[in-house]
């Protein structure tokens, strides 16, 4: 079965940064489209930003220009790099694989999830 598992998530003041990781068993990360998602306290689950399998990425608005992402392909592992941290950003982060349309940000195009690393971002 094909499984994501995150990490990196913690606790950092305004304009700090963090990397989060996904690692994949089963799936070839550097083969595969996927994304990153987020949750805050009382709020949607929204899309942050997405790959696809040639390397090309999106991000939400609101991310653009602060966060990146990137892959190694002999860890089998996704990253999003967070610079410029702030509250706002705070949430539960998951990483997702991508059903078949590649570079969405749109929750139902994905079908596999990770449990997610909790990002708190303190001003």
């Known amino acids: 079965a094909v499984r994501v598992v995150e990490s990196g998530g913690g606790s950092v003041e305004t304009g700090g940064s963090l990397r989060l990781s996904c690692t994949a068993s089963?799936?070839?990360?550097?083969?595969?489209?996927m994304a990153w998602f987020r949750q805050a306290p009382g709020k949607e689950l929204e899309g942050v930003g997405a790959i696809n399998q040639y390397g090309s990425t999106t991000f939400e608005d609101s991310v653009r220009g602060r966060f990146s992402i990137s892959r190694d392909s002999a860890k089998n592992t996704l990253y999003l790099e967070m610079t410029s941290l702030r509250p706002e950003d705070t949430g539960r982060y998951y990483c997702?694989?991508?059903?078949?349309?590649?570079?969405?940000?749109?929750?139902?195009?994905?079908?596999?999830w990770g449990q997610g690393t909790q990002v708190t971002i303190s001003s």
């Open positions: 089963g799936s070839s990360i550097s083969r595969s489209c």
């Open positions: 997702a694989l991508a059903r078949d349309l590649c570079l969405s940000l749109r929750v139902d195009y994905y079908n596999i």
